[in-house]
């Protein structure tokens, strides 16, 4: 007999990015390369930007979440790409990541308001794509520094969707796979 813990599927709900990003991200992970440190850069096919983390769901309440989203109607998300930096936890640099403007929030404001019966609101939204996982690195403040000074020219770039994903977590990476895919509404 199977357990309804070995039933339950890991996800959340994301965007994904265009190949005109993804090269972008590939010139800011070869300049962190240049610094030493213990850690991971984001696997290329695994980049995307969390809407809200849904954690470990039954079947029953994947499908019930799978269809409120369904009823979400929302505009092309118009983006860009805006600034690097780092999240530290107790003075240690832990994660790098690529800001992203532009008219996400609403969207994301839409899907917490849809599942707040099913699962707690965010606490704090900050749109960003993660682009490295630090683990140790020797010289806090000059890995810091170094990150703050990175320049990136504004990337304007259009979403049409956003999706529901599946994650199994595995030494080597996490794999993702895709569960259903909601559309923007086209403007007439």
């Known amino acids: ?7 339950n599927l890991r996800a959340f709900i994301c965007i994904d990015f265009p190949d005109e990003v993804i ?7 070869k300049l ?6 213990v850690g991971k850069l984001t696997e290329l096919e695994n980049l995307h930007l969390t809407l809200k983390f849904l954690g470990e769901i039954d079947e029953k ?15 092309t998300l118009n983006l860009q790409l805006e600034s690097v930096g780092t999240f530290s936890y107790g ?22 308001s849809l599942l707040e019966n099913l699962l707690p609101k965010e606490g704090r ?7 490295a996982r630090l683990k140790y690195v020797k010289d806090k403040k000059d890995f810091i520094d170094y990150i703050s000074k990175i ?5 304007k770039f259009v979403v049409n969707s956003f999706k529901l994903k599946s994650s199994e977590l595995r030494p080597e990476c996490p794999v993702y796979k895709t569960l259903k895919e909601f559309s ?3 403007p007439n």
């Open 61 to 75: 309440t994947l499908n019930r979440i799978e269809k409120m989203l369904s009823e979400i109607k929302f505009p």
């Open 1 to 7: 007999m199977v357990s309804a813990q070995e039933q």
């Open 184 to 186: 923007a509404i086209r």
């Open 125 to 131: 939204f900050m749109s960003h794509l993660t682009i």
């Open 91 to 112: 003075g240690n640099p832990k994660i790098v990541w690529i800001k992203v403007i532009g008219n996400l929030f609403e969207l994301q404001k839409k899907i917490d």
């Open 151 to 155: 320049k990136l020219k504004p990337i």
């Open 32 to 37: 962190i390369s240049k610094k030493q440190f």
């Open 23 to 29: 090269k972008k991200v590939v010139r800011i992970q």
